[in-house]
C-alpha cells in the first residue's frame, strides 16, 4: 500500500520564517513478518539532536505511541504533533511513500532524520533509522534494524 501526501505546512512547521522549500520523498518498506501492521514515525532532529517536528505517523490508536519511544520522549508524545499526518498503519512487506516539501535551509545543515517502528505482540525499535537530511544521499537505501527493510529520501 502506498500513501503519497503533499504538505506546504511542513516547511512552515520544521523551519517557521524560511521561504524556499524543495518536494522531498521519503520512502520507507518494510521487512516480511508475521504479526498486526507496523506503527511507523518519522521525525527529524536539528543538528544540535533537538526534536524539531514530526514528519508522518503511520497508525491511528493512540494507546501504542508510547512503543514509538525514541519519539514518544523527543517530541512528548502530543497529539498536536500529528494532527492531521498521521495515516493507517504499514502492513508486512508493505511500502510507505510520502512527498513533503522541506525548507531548503534543513538540507545539509545537519538536520536528521529518525524513524521508530513498532508491531503489537512484536517488537518495539526506538530509532530504528537515522539518516541524515543530506543531498548526497538523495536516492541511496539504508537499511533498519528492526522492521525496515530500506529507508530513502529522494530529492
Known sequence: MKFVMSALAAAAVI??????????????????YSGNGAYVVLWVTDAAGKYRATLWMAGGKAKYYRHLSDWQRASGGRP??????TGASIGSGKTLKISL???????DAGYRLHIDTAVEDGM?????VVAPLEASASGKAVSGKGYVRSFSVVF
Open 15 to 32: 523551519a517557521p520564517g524560511l521561504a524556499e522549500a524543495r518536494q522531498i520523498t521519503f520512502e520507507t518498506t518494510l521487512k516480511n
Open 80 to 85: 498536536a504533533e500529528i494532527d492531521g499526518i
Open 101 to 107: 516539501d522541506i525548507a531548503d535551509a534543513m538540507i
Open 124 to 128: 518495539d525499535n526506538p530509532s530504528e
